[in-house]
């Protein structure tokens, strides 16, 4: 679904693409990296604070260029460790971004971690049974800019948070594409955001900290594997065999776990790092011991780390987590084999933690205002 705004936002720039615009005006080829450096380094929010550039420049950027394609509306901080963007775009569409500050504990390990999840599209197309952000299927692909102006936002916020130096992106440890919408389903803007993002002109974040969440679309995992640009890759799984994974996921009809395994050890062979197993676990869905040992074969078959998530409740959906007992039974299955396993435990639950929660709260107060 291609969604073309009124003017291009600069955040979708490539110091190329911006290059050669300003060349077909007239303009010297170093503009571009003075207005790519104001608008990622100095965070720079308005033209007229460029101030190193000819006044009628500025003019025609911002008659050509929409600086930033998303506002904030809503920041909503929890008590333990998430901080939730809502953020609007220029179509009033409402998409949401999450910092996530405390410590991740893993099982044994105790990691301490930043991390930034992003979202890339409006809705989703895939229809995950149990996802809010699916509910009410695909408005519409976010552009490379809108995907960018995402994590800028999580600077200004930063920068607010530490008035006296401005934050560098590169201090968060990790970005997840794990927000709104399937990723490899908006593939080229996904790319040209993330190259983006990785760029030195850019906003200089690594790309072997960027990890791509995907529901198993195998034709991209293969084409993901051969981007010069290494990113990491976690698998949404869910059901560790095909009749429990195609009860909840759609996707699996297309892509059953006969082709996607092997899609997903070819992608590992080729990156040689580890791939993450994101595993739900759903109340009498998926949480069996008879899943656990499947999950246990597939994981040490693709020498994968699993990531156990017990269900984050979605109003209006049935589905339940399983209880801490049965979570840790669950696990053990695969500590007892070996497997690098985590649980997750649950961060920020008070704030409408699972994707697309805190955007399907404010879309249904919207239309609630409307009717009423
Ligand atoms: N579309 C991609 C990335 C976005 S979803 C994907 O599916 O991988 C990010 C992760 O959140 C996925 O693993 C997804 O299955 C999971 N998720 C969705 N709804 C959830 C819920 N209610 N509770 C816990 N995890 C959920
Ligand atoms: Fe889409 Fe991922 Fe939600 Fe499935 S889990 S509906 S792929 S966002």
Request: glycine share 6%.
């Amino acid at each position: 679904m291609k969604f073309t705004p009124e003017k291009p936002a600069l955040t979708g720039e490539t110091l190329a693409s911006l290059t050669e615009q300003l060349r077909a005006h007239g303009e010297p080829a170093f503009r571009a990296r003075q207005i790519l450096d104001w608008l990622y380094k100095k965070r720079a929010r308005a033209w007229d604070q460029m101030t190193n550039l000819p006044k009628p420049l500025r003019t025609w950027l911002a008659e050509t260029f929409d600086l930033l394609p998303a506002s904030l509306v809503l920041n909503k901080q929890s008590e333990d460790v998430t901080d939730k963007l809502l953020l609007e775009l220029g179509d009033r569409s409402l998409i949401e971004t999450v910092i996530i500050r405390a410590p991740q504990e893993g099982v044994g390990v105790d990691h301490s971690r930043k991390t930034i999840c992003i979202s890339t599209q409006v809705g989703c197309a895939m229809g995950c049974v149990f996802c809010a952000s699916g509910l009410a299927g695909l408005k519409r692909d976010l552009t490379a800019g809108e995907i960018v102006a995402q994590l800028l936002h999580v600077c200004y916020r930063e920068d607010e948070r530490t008035p006296r130096a401005r934050a560098e992106l590169a201090s968060f440890d990790n970005i997840v594409v794990m927000g709104m919408g399937e990723p490899l389903a908006n593939y080229d803007n996904l790319i040209r955001a993330l190259t983006i993002v990785n760029a030195e002109w850019g906003l200089g974040f690594g790309a072997r900290r960027i990890t791509l969440s995907t529901s198993g679309l195998v034709p991209k995992i293969l084409r993901l594997a051969d981007e010069p640009l290494g990113f990491r890759l976690a698998v949404s799984l869910h059901g560790a065999t095909d009749e429990v994974r195609e009860k909840i996921m759609p996707v699996n009809k297309a892509f059953p776990l006969g082709k996607l395994v092997p899609a997903v050890k070819a992608f590992s062979e080729k990156h040689g790092r580890m791939v993450t197993l994101e595993f739900i676990l759903i109340e009498d869905v998926n949480d069996s011991l008879t899943q656990a040992g499947a999950l246990r074969d597939i994981a040490r078959d693709l020498h994968a780390h699993v990531n156990l998530i017990p269900y984050n409740t979605v109003a209006g959906l049935p589905w339940k987590r399983p209880s801490l007992t049965r979570q840790e039974k669950f696990a053990d299955v695969l500590r007892a084999a070996r497997v690098s396993v985590t649980l997750r435990r649950e961060k920020g639950h008070d704030i409408d933690a699972a994707c697309g929660q805190l955007r399907l709260r404010t879309e249904q107060e919207r239309a609630a205002a409307v009717a009423g």
